[in-house]
């Protein structure tokens, strides 16, 4: 196995929405674009390659009120410019029904999952009503989507908001505990940070939305590597165009192994 995939989130389009050539999405497609055959850094070796899949790890759209058709049109306008298919998870903004429409019509419902290389990929829905969730439903499908595969299939998840921020998060990891998990990605915090979860390998994605309330070191993207003896998770500066390795930090080596993760498997 060697598995190549990217992870970006809370792309927000609609947010300051810009045309080709001034919006920082673009700009963070066209970073994309470019990334395979790029050295990793030194402390990594080797180039990125070809991803199999690009995942939006939620806030696709911005959610602003009576702006749905808008936004989305934003942002099939824009997905098309990048070369490689791009899968996406719901999250908390995406609640339009423009965008609602759009996701049960490509995934048959609010959450789906797809394999690659041997590794089952899940996508998991989450409720933002009063509190952050999971309804009977996204544990209903989450559980039944397991019981399709073999108990030792290696399972990588995608949900909008870390685990452990859910009321009910630890019904996930109840569910998950009898899988292999290689690696939860969330977002919504616009944070990055790597991290466990009842002994998961957990990474909160940054953002790239630029809201002047987002931190400086939220400005990334993830570039993932699984093979047969190694994870991979490294950010990808946006705003620097170059790999996070602490830059804007008194100790770049700690603020690196903040946000990196590589580990034998």
């Known amino acids: 196995m060697d598995l190549t995939f990217f992870v970006w989130a809370d792309t927000h389009y609609g947010y ?26 030194a402390t990594i070796g080797g180039v990125v390659d070809e991803p199999s899949f690009v995942l939006l790890c939620g806030d696709a759209v911005d959610g602003e009120e009576g702006a749905g058709e808008h936004e989305l049109a934003w942002f099939h306008y824009y997905t098309p410019r990048l070369r490689f298919e791009q899968l996406e998870v719901m999250g908390n903004h995406d609640q339009d029904l423009a965008y609602i429409t759009y996701f049960r019509g490509r995934y048959g419902g609010l959450s789906h999952s797809f394999d690659r290389q041997g590794v089952h990929f899940i996508c998991l829905n989450s409720r933002y009503d009063d509190a952050e969730y999971f309804g009977e439903e996204d544990l209903g499908f989450l559980s039944d989507d397991l019981s399709r595969i073999t108990a030792d299939t290696p399972v990588v998840l995608f949900v909008h908001c870390r685990l452990d921020r859910f009321t009910n998060g630890d019904e996930v990891t109840r569910i998950l505990a009898a899988h292999p998990v290689l690696l939860v990605f969330a977002a919504h915090v616009h944070k990055p940070a790597v991290f466990q979860i009842e002994g998961m390998d957990c990474i909160d994605v940054g953002q790239c939305r630029d809201h002047p309330i987002d931190p400086a070191y939220g400005r990334n993207l993830y570039v993932a590597r699984i093979t047969d003896e190694r994870i991979t998770a490294v950010p990808w500066r946006w705003d620097l165009g170059d790999w996070e390795r602490g830059q804007r930090w008194a100790d770049p080596a700690v603020a690196a192994r903040r946000f990196a993760l590589d580990r034998a498997r």
């Open 16 to 41: 300051d929405q810009r045309p080709p050539g001034s919006d920082l999405r673009g700009r963070i497609i066209d970073q994309m674009n470019d990334l395979p055959g790029c050295p990793y850094p």
